[in-house]
């Protein structure tokens, strides 16, 4: 008699299911169709890494004159580009640290307002029914259309007449600050109402039955739950400050206020042989690498912030 028991133990190997060989598992890419793939993405790293590489070079030559070839192994390599434009940047009288504080506090402003008054303006659209409702977010969407250099003349004028005794508003980083906020905020509002959307309404009545109020639910609940898109926008108006040069170039005339990207402007001459291409490659990197150490701390925030702020709108 044949028991169940020796039914299972009498031949363990035709229990075990076999695999084909050459069977590939379900989604498994074929060796082909890897390569290709593998291919693609190396040539993309290609394009996108090597002007990098080629810029770095370029700040390490010590001719400091126009590049004529792609090569990224300059003959005498050497740091003094770096040391000339931390030393002196540009003729004006202006050191590059002053020039750093005063990207950073321009990239501070705008990132911080942005953030405030978008999350709020935010929170509003998303959670609060009120009249013209509709009518102001289709003007918010209106402006994230209008290119911000278009604001540039009457953003000029209006700053221009605020002047309390020898302070004058446009001629400030603050005016400047405000100009690009124009531009900042429209995005700010959008990018942080899809995120805010996704949050259930559940939360806040949950904290509302226990006693809290909008502004103590808003605070404890929603505030922690949107540091993934408060991030993004963050971050977002940082790069805005840190790179801003249009409205530099045109509001501000008092050289203590310069910042990097107008320096660096500057670096250019009139013609392509009278621009040290060296210091100027090295100036570029300088300005970069902040925004470069900014995004590496804030990465996943703003991955996620990116992908669940774009689902509603």
Known sequence: MITPNALTTSNPAAAVPTVAA???????????????????????????????????SMSLDTTNARPTGLNLIPANPSFDAYRTVIAQPTQNPVSFV?????????????????????????????????????????????????????????????????????????DSLIGVALAVLAGQLPFAIWNMKGYLDTIPRELEEAATMDGASRLQAFIRIILPLSTPVIAVTAFFGFIAGWTEFYFSWQFLDHEQNFTLAMALNGMVGQYAGSTPWSSFAAFSILVALPVSVVYLFLQRYIISGLTIGGVKG
């Open 22 to 56: 050459g069977t590939r598992h379900k989604g498994e890419l074929s060796l082909r169709r890897q390569i290709l793939y593998q291919i693609l993405l190396l040539a993309i790293a290609v394009t996108v890494l090597f002007p990098i590489a080629w810029v770095v």
């Open 98 to 170: 002053q020039l750093a504080l005063n990207s950073l506090l321009l990239a501070a402003m705008i990132s911080i307002l942005s953030v405030t008054i978008g999350v709020l303006a935010a929170y509003a659209f998303s959670r609060m029914h009120f009249h013209g409702r509709e009518f102001l977010m289709l003007a918010i969407l209106a402006v994230l259309m209008l290119p911000a250099i278009a604001t540039l003349a009457p953003l000029y004028v209006m700053l221009n007449k605020v002047v309390v005794g020898g302070f004058n508003l446009r």
